[in-house]
T-cell receptor, first 109, second 115 residues
Framework: DAKTTQPNSMESNEEEPVHLPCNHS???????IHWYRQLPSQGPEYVIHGLTSNVNNRMASLAIAEDRKSSTLILHRATLRDAAVYYCILVVYGQNFVFGPGTRLSVLP | DTGVSQNPRHKITKRGQNVTFRCDPISEHNRLYWYRQTLGQGPEFLTYFQNEAQLEKSRLLSDRFSAERPKGSFSTLEIQRTEQGDSAMYLC?????????????FGEGSWLTVV
């Protein structure tokens, strides 16, 4: 199974940017990097994904290191609604999404 | 709403009873997944279907668990002779062909409590 390493928890203040790191040193050339988040009592929600280049969407930005062994999910202005568990997942072609424990993000007012 | 739909959302059952959960995926998606999640853990993969074919089953899926997707549309997950350790949230997800770059979309989950 593809492996990622994330901090167990992080805190941020409301309206400040948040950088959520993920290490994936065993990534191979065809593995996609996906980020999902899970709000309390809900199913995981897609946030963003990328292969090699940095990606932006309305929810977040994904910065991928040049060697692809790490990535960072960037929330540009954290809100209270962004408090969730964030999962970084390597999607290996032909295999399933394997979730780790993720990073629990707390947003302080 | 065209998202993944799961029913029932909550189920409380006595140990030893059978339970069945239903999942209706996004209509054009041919892949359907089942995951299980306990408190404080990430979702754990159980099984997935491509159309009506069940292509992979996790070792977590004991003989008491069975999943079907008879016409390649909705799916059911049945747990026979429930045990307290089966208490968890059961998540269904769906995706289009080729789930490496494609995203998977999750339902809200079905909470099972075995008493």
């Amino acid at each position: 199974d593809a492996k990622t390493t994330q901090p167990n928890s992080m805190e941020s203040n409301e309206e400040e940017p948040v950088h959520l790191p993920c290490n994936h040193s065993t990534i191979s050339g065809t593995d996609y990097i996906h980020w999902y988040r899970q709000l309390p009592s809900q199913g995981p929600e897609y946030v963003i994904h990328g292969l090699t280049s940095n990606v932006n969407n309305r929810m977040a930005s994904l910065a991928i290191a040049e060697d692809r062994k790490s990535s960072t999910l960037i929330l540009h202005r954290a809100t209270l609604r962004d408090a969730a568990v964030y999962y970084c997942i390597l999607v290996v072609y032909g295999q399933n999404f394997v979730f780790g424990p993720g990073t629990r993000l707390s947003v302080l007012p | 709403d065209t998202g993944v739909s799961q029913n029932p959302r909550h189920k409380i059952t006595k140990r030893g009873q059978n339970v069945t959960f239903r999942c209706d995926p996004i209509s054009e998606h041919n892949r359907l997944y089942w995951y299980r999640q306990t408190l404080g853990q990430g979702p754990e993969f159980l099984t997935y279907f491509q159309n009506e074919a069940q292509l992979e089953k996790s070792r977590l899926l004991s003989d008491r668990f069975s999943a079907e997707r008879p016409k390649g549309s909705f799916s059911t997950l049945e747990i026979q002779r429930t045990e307290q350790g089966d208490s968890a949230m059961y998540l269904c997800a769906s995706s289009g062909q080729g789930a490496s770059g494609n995203t998977i979309y999750f339902g809200e989950g079905s909470w099972l409590t075995v008493v």
